[in-house]
């Protein structure tokens, strides 16, 4: 029987191709445009905190901006429709309107998962 050589090759993991690895270690800051307490602002909200507990916890940071109060910082960010959430950090900037009720579209809006 013929011998075989093998030989271990080291590879470095990356969340997924193209993506830097440090990534995944960053501190998210996250705005939430909201107009009052309206019901689809609080499960706006909600589902945030739920999504960043079990895929960021201890790494982000959650602004609720109500523009009600503070209307002029809408034109910063280009805010058009509430609720809507703009992720800031890590770059790029990413924006998704409406009550984030889906997660796995939350996700690759986010950018934690990648498209299937």
């Known amino acids: 029987m013929p011998k075989t050589?093998?030989?271990a090759t080291k590879t470095k993991t990356r969340a997924w191709p193209g993506k830097p690895a440090?990534?995944?270690l960053a501190v998210w800051n996250l705005r939430l445009y909201v107009a009052g307490q309206t019901p689809k602002s609080v499960r706006a909200f909600a589902n945030l905190k739920v999504l960043?507990?079990?895929h960021l916890k201890?790494?982000?940071q959650i602004e609720v901006i109500d523009l009600r109060e503070h209307?002029?910082?809408a034109r910063?960010?280009?805010i058009v429709a509430i609720p809507t959430l703009v992720r800031r950090l890590p770059p790029p900037v990413r924006t998704m309107?409406?009550?984030l009720s889906n997660s796995?579209?939350?996700l690759v809006g986010l950018d934690l998962r990648k498209v299937d």
């Open 58 to 60: 201890g790494r982000y």
């Open 52 to 54: 960043c507990e079990e």
């Open 104 to 106: 796995v579209q939350l």
């Open 5 to 7: 050589k093998t030989r």
């Open 71 to 73: 209307p002029q910082l």
């Open 22 to 24: 440090h990534r995944k």
């Open 76 to 78: 910063g960010d280009q």
């Open 97 to 99: 309107v409406g009550d």
